[in-house]
């Protein structure tokens, strides 16, 4: 079965500086890996995703994830936050032929001005 | 652009009536999905339906039902609502065959409130 971890319930960074969240997955082959965006009573919105390939993905917003095989890792970066990034964000595996997804339990990111 | 509607924002109930929480999208999906979000608990898979009067359960299907008689339309039904299914739904949806791969399109969330 596949699972997600995110460590990070809640994160507080400063307007300007950069950002990680953190994801590891567990499945025993190649993943899809997701990044989802929810902001506040809205729905889950597509950030970015990794099928195959390079291991480096750009998403919306300016947020790119890097996949780590090794590390069974698909964090989430961003290099400088705006106020309009805070917002919870999750992280998911899915896999081919399956169509469920697992998501993470999120992580809630507040900025400060 | 995918749209998954829901049909309700916000609903209050009263324990014990039946309710339904309805989703439609509108492109041609084959699985459609119901979930349930709660703080520190993610999103957690109640139902889906990989087509229409197809359905399997998910996590966490006690004391819920679906129903899936048109291909767009994914409804989800509480036979008796208790107060321990105040949350918020998100319906999704996607597509299946490889090009698909696993992307789930949102709807904006039902909060439901059981009182």
């Known amino acids: 079965a596949q699972s997600v971890t995110q460590p990070d319930i809640h994160i507080t960074v400063s307007e300007g500086a950069s950002l990680e969240l953190r994801c590891n997955y567990s499945?025993?082959?190649?993943?899809?890996l997701f990044w989802y965006v929810q902001s506040p009573g809205q729905g889950l919105q597509l950030l970015l995703k990794?099928?195959?390939?390079?291991?480096l993905v750009q998403g919306i917003k300016g947020f790119e994830a890097e996949f780590k095989r090794s590390q069974s890792s698909f964090n989430l970066r961003k290099p400088s936050v705006h106020w309009s990034d805070a917002a919870e964000y999750f992280c998911?595996?899915?896999?081919?032929?399956?169509?469920?997804?697992?998501f993470g339990i999120g992580t809630k990111l507040q900025v400060i001005p | 652009d995918v749209k998954v509607t829901q049909s309700s924002r916000y609903l209050v109930k009263r324990t014990g009536e039946k309710v339904f929480l309805e989703c439609v999208q509108d492109?041609?999906?084959?699985?459609m999905f119901w979930y349930r979000q709660d703080p520190g608990l993610g999103l957690r898979l109640i139902y889906f339906s990989y087509d229409v009067k197809m359905k399997e359960k998910g996590d966490i299907p006690e004391g819920y039902s679906v129903s899936r008689e048109k291909k767009e339309r994914f409804s989800l039904i509480l036979e008796s609502a208790s107060t321990n299914q105040t949350s918020m739904y998100l319906c999704?949806?996607?597509?299946?065959?490889?090009?698909?791969?696993?992307?789930?399109?949102f709807g904006a969330g039902t909060r439901l409130s059981v009182l």
């Open positions: 499945y025993g082959a190649t993943p899809y």
């Open positions: 990794y099928f195959s390939g390079d291991t």
């Open positions: 998911a595996v899915g896999a081919r032929g399956y169509q469920k997804v697992t």
């Open positions: 492109m041609d999906h084959e699985n």
């Open positions: 999704a949806s996607n597509g299946q065959g490889l090009l698909a791969k696993n992307i789930q399109y």
